[in-house]
């Protein structure tokens, strides 16, 4: 396993922001996610060694996250939701520093920083002072320094808050390359559902410091009983109004319709209208749940 947590307890006076969590997360791209207050920066922060934990274990990539804290930071990359970045410093400067402070030698970091800068898209900035960088430059640099010195696991925490939509494909679509081309692990906190399941395999829903659900995506949404997503070579409304005749019950979701069948009818509604119409089914599938839905119902079934 990635990482291993057992009983992992964290108390703030009376709040209490981790309860007995225990979770054990594969390798790959895991997506943590939660509503404000579940937890999720400090599980990150005791993943780190960067709080004391009152009781419980963790483990990250084999070591021990209280004993062995320095190893697991070597070992580690951080991508911080926090502003992070020194005024007055260049991009290559920043990044070859990062490699510097988990041990790498000076002239080392700073052949890593120019070939990182080179990968996250920043090589004409490496020379600009950071404070001049736009909110997307700042964090590929933030991911630059994370990565520099090739860890096993890379963690980002909200990596495209704040971001417009161009600047979260950027991110995106180079989380997807560190995952899928690099090999690389992800834990990726966000509350962005959709930019979890762009980039993740496997996800972790956490609750008032609880483990609420967890698996994989793809397992996670369940198929819906009588619920069929259909495409149609002609005209949509027509063909909602011939099943809606024969007790469907039909509603258009971008190219295609989400059709909920009545009871006992199976698929047989809809082969008929077809051929009523002398219509083309283009496509049918069972309607799955979303990742949304899968997150609301974790949240809500906690109460």
């Not at 509503?35 to 920066?41: D, E, F, L, Q, S």
């Not at 920083?113 to 909110?135: C, F, K, N």
Request: charged letters at 25%.
């Amino acid at each position: 396993m990635l990482i291993e947590l057992e009983d992992l307890t964290k108390t703030y006076g009376a709040v209490t922001a981790l309860s007995g969590l225990s979770v054990a997360l594969p390798g790959g791209a895991v997506g943590l996610l939660g509503p404000n207050g579940a937890g999720k920066t400090t599980m990150i922060r005791a993943l780190l060694g960067l709080i004391r934990i009152d009781s419980g274990r963790g483990r990250v990539l084999g070591m021990d996250v209280e004993s062995q804290a320095l190893e697991v930071r070597r070992a580690v990359g951080f991508v911080p939701e926090d502003e992070c970045l020194f005024p007055g410093v260049t991009g290559v400067g920043f990044v070859a520093y990062a490699g510097e402070l988990v041990g790498m030698p000076r002239r080392d970091a700073l052949r890593r920083a120019h070939e990182m800068l080179d990968y996250v898209g920043l090589d004409e900035a490496r020379y600009r002072r950071v404070e001049s960088y736009s909110t997307g430059m700042k964090q590929r640099l933030k991911i630059a320094a994370g990565i520099v010195h090739d860890p096993k696991l890379l963690i980002l925490d909200e990596p495209t808050n704040g971001m417009d939509p161009a600047g979260r494909v950027e991110i995106l679509d180079l989380c997807r390359d560190l995952a899928r081309a690099k090999g690389m692990n992800l834990l990726i906190s966000s509350h962005l559902l959709p930019d979890v399941e762009a980039v993740c395999e496997h996800v972790v829903v956490l609750g008032k410091g609880r483990l609420l659900a967890q698996g994989r995506i793809v397992d996670l949404k369940r198929p819906h009983d009588r619920q069929y997503e259909v495409r149609v070579r002609g005209d949509r409304a027509a063909f909602a109004r011939l099943l809606a005749d024969r007790g469907a019950r039909a509603e258009p979701v971008d190219d295609r319709l989400l059709v909920s069948l009545p009871d006992g009818s199976g698929t047989a509604a809809l082969w008929e209208a077809a051929e009523t119409a002398s219509e083309q089914i283009r496509m049918l599938r069972p309607r799955r749940s979303t990742l949304e839905e899968v997150f609301l119902q974790a949240v809500e079934g906690a109460g």
